[in-house]
């Protein structure tokens, strides 16, 4: 079968490429993939930075925001038949495994034993099959179809608010207002989710007014240009008290910034991977002081485990419902496997890139 493949550590190896189609054992399902979405974790990867072939291959077949059709299944498998859209889930537990990965809480991994598929150990979605246990397959109800690929980009904000809520259960909490700094597809996920609880919801970008605005003002949320403004106190003192600051662009600095805008009580969540090298003087003093005055958290976040998968389904519908038509348009790029490396391209008007294994049949999944 085609798959795009990379040799881990070597900068542009990226290829399309003839591998072995995999054959499900006893109790698995043969998947086949309708498209994958293509995120930074893969640019890095694509890069030779990141990424860790299954042992004993030498190469790593890349994609880890998948959506595909349930192609045939093994004696064994009870929920699943052919023709069911399913999302996989990225990451594994660890063999040992640890007291998280022992009860499913994978995302919280210890001891960083854990594999995730297209990234580390095992290989990935972005190949015209792929073999999965039926515990790590999410069902899409069939309306879905047209944007069931933006699930697991949704999870990292799910699983985000979730840690957000129980950490918050440490007080009488009645949030009001969010800031979500990045207008990329997780900041904008992550956005859509806190509308659909109620807040009042600023998405900061750097990107000059245009499709991200449109689609931040479409959600009845607000658009930040980082160009006219700072992240700082004076931003509070003009929209009001910020209890929730989502950072989703992995520009470490902005992290700190946060810390010293968020209100009283507040959280500041980082979920953005910044792989780079950048020191930035900080006044500890101020923020250190800030932190313990205010009650404030801080806290990382890192990949989602079934529940927030399953959340996720719920409110895929939910903003399809309510804002019908919103999730398409954060899919501005759909591109054959050949041309998979242009999904990497950042360009003004890009959201989300994802790359079309196999096209819908006609009629099937389209929006109603
Ligand atoms: C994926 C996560 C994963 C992380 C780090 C992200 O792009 O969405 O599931 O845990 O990369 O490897
Ligand atoms: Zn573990």
């Known amino acids: 079968m085609k798959a795009v493949i990379v040799t881990p550590g070597r900068p542009r190896s990226g290829r399309l490429a003839e591998v072995p189609q995999p054959v499900p054992k ?38 880890h925001e998948s959506l595909g059709r349930v192609e045939t299944v093994t004696g064994g498998v009870e929920d699943l038949v052919p023709g069911d859209w399913v999302v996989a889930i990225v990451r594994r537990p660890d063999p040992v495994p640890c007291p998280n990965c022992a009860v499913g809480e994978w995302d919280m991994c210890l001891n960083g034993l854990y594999s995730e598929r297209g990234i580390k150990g095992l290989h990935g979605f972005l190949a015209e099959y792929y073999v999965e246990q039926p515990r790590y397959l999410v069902k899409l109800p069939d309306e879905l179809t047209s944007v069931g690929v933006l699930l697991e980009p949704l999870t990292i904000a799910e699983k ?22 990045g207008a990329g597809p997780v900041g ?20 000059e007014p245009g499709l991200k605005s449109e689609l931040v003002e479409a959600m009845g949320a607000h658009y930040i240009w980082a160009e006219k403004r700072r992240l700082d106190h ?32 507040g959280i500041v969540c980082l979920s953005g991977v910044s792989g780079g090298g950048r020191t930035v003087q900080v006044s500890a003093d101020h923020l250190n002081l800030e932190l313990v ?8 976040t890192v990949n989602a485990n079934r529940r927030h998968f399953e959340a996720g389904v719920q409110h895929l519908s939910e903003i399809e419902a309510r804002w019908p038509g919103l999730l398409s348009r954060i899919i501005t790029t759909r591109l054959p496997m050949n041309r998979f490396a242009e999904a990497l391209q950042r360009q003004p008007g890009n959201v989300k890139a994802v790359v079309e294994v196999f096209p819908l049949p006609a009629g099937v999944g389209q929006p109603v």
């Open 293 to 300: 005055l205010g009650n404030r958290v801080v806290f990382g």
């Open 188 to 207: 904008l996920l992550a956005a859509l989710a806190l509308r659909l609880r109620e807040l009042e919801v600023y998405v900061y970008d750097r990107a």
């Open 26 to 63: 006893p109790g698995e399902v043969l998947v086949r993939m309708r498209e994958v979405g293509i995120d930074g974790t893969d640019a890095e990867i694509l890069d030779g930075q990141y990424g860790e072939a299954p042992p004993g291959d030498g190469y790593l077949i890349i994609g």
């Open 234 to 265: 004076k931003l509070a003192d003009e929209i009001g008290p910020i209890d929730v600051i989502f950072e989703a662009t992995g520009y470490s600095p902005l992290a700190f910034d946060a810390m010293d805008t968020v209100a009283p009580n």
């Open 160 to 181: 985000a608010l979730d840690q957000i809520e129980r950490i918050q259960s440490r007080l009488v909490w009645q949030p009001d207002r969010a800031v979500v700094l």
